[in-house]
Nanobody, 124 residues
């Protein structure tokens, strides 16, 4: 059984930083592509970032490029999302997702397993 557990969300002021973690079990992050998505109230879930199986390739939404960094620690079977220069519009529930493929993808339908989400709130 695959489980993804996110942590690290919270309340931060604009301009601040947070690091989200996604601990995986049942599958190894070293063998699968991983992604982060977010959903703000009243909006559809949107792509944030993805990393391929080896960690050698990543993809970012234009809205977070240059501010967010996705990475993975194979030894800990964990994926991270480092978020810097946070803006109020980054406020959302952030979800980790695992894809049973090697390459990155930006569509939510390309992912097979999802975590429960962690709330990120950025105050102005």
């Amino acid at each position: 059984q695959v489980q993804l557990v996110e942590s690290g969300g919270g309340l931060v002021q604009a301009g601040g930083s947070l690091r989200l973690s996604c601990a995986a079990s049942g599958r190894t992050v070293s063998s699968n592509a991983m992604g982060w998505f977010r959903q703000a109230p009243g909006k559809e879930r949107e792509f944030v970032a993805a990393i391929n199986w080896s960690g050698g390739s990543s993809l970012y939404a234009d809205s977070v490029k240059g501010r967010f960094t996705i990475s993975k620690d194979n030894a800990k079977n964990t994926v991270y999302l480092q978020m810097n220069s946070l803006k109020p519009e980054d406020t959302a529930v952030y979800y980790c997702a695992l894809r049973l493929e090697l390459g990155v993808a930006a569509r939510s339908r390309s992912y097979d397993y999802w975590g429960q989400g962690t709330q990120v709130t950025v105050s102005s």
